[in-house]
């Protein structure tokens, strides 16, 4: 209870006795692990009315990604009662951030009619020490939130209790609670969406590993010498199966393609002016006989024609590239840049760069979950984010190659199963922090 009297904060709570940042500090290992310490039990109702929710045990959640902070206001059962967001502030510094989560959090709370919340969730883009709440270089979010010590500077803001965790181990819990891990205790949670990631639940714990960040599977290479990732090295799946990747797949097959056109059209040209040389050469031979110089300029005649045709043809080509080549080129004129809802529906049109590329990513997240059943002997590989929900034939091929690849018995029939939390996954699993 607040002492009357006493300044309260937007949240409910006292700001006259701050938590000591020791307490926080000692605290934090224990209750970001709690969760991963004991199995969860799925409730028998994960999705309860507004109207029965108890206000005073709900818990405040943030998801921090790199364009958006996304806040809520989260049941015990784990059912959204409403949600506020903000710009993420890219060009402020951290302070700016712990502010814009208490704007957009304080809304929602404020929308629901809580009185007061128990603690804050925060689902943010990686890496992340759990155990402190405090941020690496997540490589996604440029340079505002390395370093940020988040879970201590929203702790002391709000006065409350707050557990900062990577988005997809909060995304693993929330499958784990209210989504298609539910009942499940070995199982790997994958998101393909702007990067590519993922979390690992064996016996109904997370792992974390010595420093708090294991779970990176998005940065497995599947591609020796492939496409450059942002963390530095080429073929992880993050570099293939990725929206942004993608897209710049689709731009490089489509480039690549049209550079061998050009090449080719380019040898053909050289070759027709060599057999033009070559036959300029006879014509001086033999200057002195009329005969022989009607003769070789019949035969400059014939080699000319071509090289005219090849001229004619090498513009087409590059009429071609730049003009009316396939759906794909037809999105790159525009001059917008590319993006892999482009690629879908340049594939769907029948384009073969397209086709290729998202080929590829397919093909990357299948390997990865024939990886994952054999390193950790899942009984579920969870797939969601909205590159993967989107292209459901993904996930039916991956379930497919671990059937077929995987070591036995890791190998599974319908292992391989879609995400059911959607975007709300981390809104919902950072309540189980």
Same mark, same amino acid.
Request: glycine share 12%; net charge negative; with cysteine.
């Given at each position: 209870?607040?002492?009357?009297? @006493? ?29 991963? +310490? ?5 409730? %028998? /109702? ?5 109207? =029965?929710? #108890? *206000?005073?045990?709900?818990? !405040? ?22 949600? %506020? ?17 208490? #704007? ?24 992340? =020490? ?21 879970? +201590? ?11 900062? #965790? ?8 929330? @499958? ?15 998101? $393909? ?6 979390? $690992? ?86 200057? !002195? /006989?009329?005969?022989?110089?009607? $003769? ?11 090289? %005219?045709?090849?001229?004619? %043809?090498?513009?087409?080509?590059? /009429? ?8 794909? *080129? ?14 879908? @529906?340049?594939?769907?049109?029948? =384009? ?8 590829? *990513? ?12 054999? $390193? ?7 797939? !969601? ?19 077929? @690849? ?17 975007? #709300? ?9």
């Amino acid at each position: 209870m607040v002492a009357q009297g @006493e300044p309260v904060n937007t949240f409910g709570q006292s700001v006259g006795r701050p938590r000591p940042a020791e307490a926080q500090k000692s605290d934090a290992p224990k209750s970001a692990g709690q969760s991963a +310490e004991q199995p969860a039990v799925a409730p %028998s /109702s994960p999705h309860v009315s507004a109207t =029965d929710a #108890d *206000a005073s045990h709900c818990i !405040g959640t943030l998801d921090i990604g790199g364009t958006w902070i996304r806040a809520a206001v989260v049941t015990p059962a784990g059912e959204i009662l409403v949600r %506020s967001r903000r710009p993420l502030p890219t060009s402020e510094g951290g302070r700016a951030v712990v502010d814009t989560c208490l #704007d957009a959090l304080g809304e929602a709370r404020m929308r629901t009619g809580c009185h007061a919340l128990e603690r804050i969730g925060v689902s943010v883009t990686g890496p992340v =020490d759990p155990r402190t709440g405090k941020l690496f270089t997540p490589p996604n979010t440029g340079p505002v939130l390395a370093g940020l010590e988040l879970g +201590e500077a929203l702790s002391r803001a709000a006065c409350l209790e707050v557990r900062v #965790d990577r988005d997809t181990n909060a995304a693993a819990l929330g @499958e784990h609670r209210c989504g298609s891990a539910r009942g499940t205790a070995n199982f790997v949670f994958i998101t $393909v969406s702007t990067g590519v990631g993922g979390a $690992v639940m064996l016996d109904g714990r997370l792992i974390r590993g010595a420093d708090g960040v294991a779970g990176e599977i998005g940065h497995i290479c599947v591609e020796r010498g492939g496409p450059r990732c942002g963390c530095g090295r080429r073929g992880c799946v993050e570099a293939i199966a990725s929206g942004p990747s993608i897209a710049r797949r689709a731009e490089a097959e489509l480039r690549a393609a049209q550079g061998a056109e050009l090449r080719a059209v380019e040898g053909a040209e050289f070759r027709a002016a060599e057999g033009f040389a070559q036959t300029r050469g006879v014509t001086k031979s033999v200057e !002195g /006989s009329a005969a022989a110089a009607s $003769v070789a300029a019949r035969a400059g005649e014939a080699v000319a024609a071509p090289i %005219s045709s090849q001229a004619s %043809s090498s513009s087409q080509a590059l /009429s071609f590239s730049s003009q009316t080549s396939s759906p794909l *080129a037809e999105r790159l004129r525009s001059g917008r840049p590319l993006t892999g809802k482009d690629v879908d @529906e340049c594939a769907a049109a029948g =384009d073969p760069h397209a086709i290729r590329a998202l080929d590829a *990513a397919a093909a990357a997240v299948a390997g990865m979950c024939v990886d994952m059943a054999n $390193v950790f002997n899942p009984e579920r590989i969870v797939v !969601g984010g909205s590159v993967a929900i989107t292209h459901p034939d993904w996930i039916a091929r991956a379930s497919e190659l671990v059937a077929r @690849e995987a070591l036995v018995p890791a190998n599974r029939e319908g292992i391989v199963v879609p995400a059911e939390l959607g975007d #709300d996954v981390s809104l919902v699993g950072a309540a189980f922090l």
